[in-house]
């Protein structure tokens, strides 16, 4: 059993020397341990301060650029809805001019078409006017006595008649 218990005098050097040795380290080593220890433990903090700062900056940016996308979509449909108004308009403002054209177009080729129509007829009856007296005036220049002469003579005038 005496193995398993220490002897007192090994159980007073080894409290002479733990205390040699915690004053040895409390003079030379606790203060800079202590000191690396609140050093470190003041950058983590600073980096968690830092973290969390940028979190809300990160989040206020987030906020941002949310809204600033929503105006940006905003505006974009504005300007697509304007576009689409003003195609509108301008498809609706060519077919009125060219409705209004062809309109003109028509009547004006009407007019035309009466005119020349006009002046066909005049041509016409100004023709037909002349092979009347030239009928009239041979007429009255060969007296005919019987129906079988003024027969042959219209089948001849008849002949002559050129209508081009």
Do not use: C, Y
Not at 125 to 144: D, G, P, T, W, Y
């Amino acid at each position: 059993m005496e193995m398993l218990t220490p002897g007192s005098g090994l159980l007073f050097w080894q409290f002479v020397v733990f205390i040699g040795l915690f004053l040895l380290l409390a003079k030379t080593a606790w203060k800079p341990i202590l000191a690396s220890l609140k050093e470190r433990e003041t950058s983590i903090q600073a980096a968690l301060d830092s973290a969390e700062k940028a979190k809300i900056e990160m989040a206020a940016l987030k906020s941002d650029n949310e809204k600033v996308f929503k105006e940006a979509r905003e505006e974009r449909d504005k300007i697509l809805r304007e576009a689409r108004e003003a195609g509108s308009r301008l498809h609706d403002q060519a077919q009125t001019d060219a409705k209004k054209n062809a309109d003109k177009i028509i009547e004006d080729a009407k007019a035309i078409i009466n005119t020349e129509k006009q002046a066909a007829l005049r041509d016409v009856r100004a023709q037909v006017a002349q092979f009347s007296l030239e009928i009239a005036e041979k007429l009255m220049k060969k007296n005919l006595s019987d129906d079988k002469a003024q027969q042959s003579l219209v089948e001849g005038f008849i002949k002559d008649l050129k209508l081009n």
